[in-house]
């Protein structure tokens, strides 16, 4: 019983070389996990009534690199509370747009003044951290106050 070996074979020559380079730029942004996007949907500038209904978009569907994101909402002086704080969660992994619409209703609180001139604001918080999202900037001109 001989053994006879033909000579040196390609994978008992040949060693493998690996080259890797650390991503940069837009490629890092593509792979990294992050949270969908939030749009307001319309222009929101005024508000004439003590309840407030504001609408918005999810700008990307749920997905292996998009997590959901949940947002506190309120309407703030500065940063001091004037209105109810609600909180919406974003998490929809539709394709289609009208799917990934959500609103939210705010309430002023009763008994207080508003200058019409004065800038007030529309405050998005992410809800897991307390980090601001988003602020739009806004007026409030109330002729009648709803006690209801």
């Known amino acids: 019983a001989r053994y006879y070996h033909g000579g040196a074979m390609l994978q008992e020559i040949v060693i493998p070389v690996l080259t890797v380079s650390?991503?940069?730029?837009?490629?890092?942004?593509?792979?990294?996990i992050n949270q969908v996007g939030i749009s307001l949907i319309g222009t929101y500038k005024k508000i004439v009534t003590n309840?407030?209904?504001?609408?918005?978009?999810q700008t990307d569907a749920v997905s292996e690199r998009l997590k959901p994101r949940t947002l506190k909402v309120s309407l703030r002086d500065g940063n001091d509370l004037i209105s109810d704080e609600k909180m919406i969660t974003f998490d929809s992994a539709s394709s289609s747009i009208d799917e990934r619409k959500k609103s939210v209703s705010l309430t002023i609180k009763t008994g207080q003044k508003f200058d019409n001139k004065k800038e007030y604001y529309l405050v998005l918080?992410?809800?897991?951290?307390?980090?601001?999202?988003?602020?739009?900037?806004?007026?409030?001109?109330i002729a009648f106050a709803n006690d209801f």
């Open 51 to 57: 309840i407030s209904r504001v609408e918005f978009i």
């Open 22 to 32: 650390e991503m940069k730029g837009k490629h890092l942004e593509k792979s990294e």
């Open 125 to 141: 918080r992410n809800a897991d951290d307390d980090t601001e999202y988003d602020r739009i900037s806004l007026i409030i001109d």
